[in-house]
């Protein structure tokens, strides 16, 4: 019914009349029910021709290896966000291990995404829970400032 949307007060009641002139109302329920059923045909027949349409084309496989893609390539984005946060809020760069280089650091993941060693999952945790221990320290911090200034 969203053609009906187009239409305003005044010229719904015009269609109204002219219906009721030229067809009578005794027909205009019969006439209203064809016609309700002939869109509910037209609405299956389109979505059925969609549905055939996205099948032949391909378009489900396409868009689940799209939101694939897509969700793989958002997970660094968002590491690299999460280490930004962290950086910013400590106001000092988090250091790095010695003897870890860049190449070590991409070794971490494997070309499906996840990390390849146990070793290396427990050193980014340590290197995790230390990134956390600052967050704690400095949420503290912050919270025992406002105190003081609250007191005063």
């Known amino acids: 019914m969203d053609f009906v949307k187009n239409f305003n007060g005044l010229e ?6 002219l219906a009721i ?3 009578g109302p005794e027909k205009i329920p019969d006439i209203a029910s064809k016609l309700g059923v002939w869109v509910r045909k037209l609405r299956n027949l389109s979505s059925k021709f969609m549905e055939m349409l996205d099948e032949e084309a391909g378009l489900s496989e396409i ?8 969700s793989s390539l958002n997970q660094p984005a968002i590491d690299v966000n999460l ?5 910013q809020r ?6 790095e ?6 190449k070590s650091k991409a070794a971490v993941k494997d070309s499906s995404g996840t990390l390849s060693s146990q070793t290396e999952l427990k050193n980014r945790l340590r290197s995790l829970e ?11 911090d912050q919270d025992s ?3 003081s200034t609250s007191d005063e």
């Open 12 to 17: 719904l009641v015009f269609i109204v009349i």
């Open 21 to 23: 002139l030229l067809f």
């Open 63 to 70: 868009t689940e290896e799209a939101s694939k893609i897509t």
């Open 83 to 87: 280490r930004g946060q962290i950086r």
């Open 90 to 95: 400590s106001k000092e760069p988090i250091p």
């Open 97 to 102: 291990k010695k003897g870890e280089s860049a």
């Open 130 to 140: 230390k990134e956390l221990q600052q967050i704690r320290a400095e949420l503290a």
């Open 145 to 147: 400032e406002k105190a």
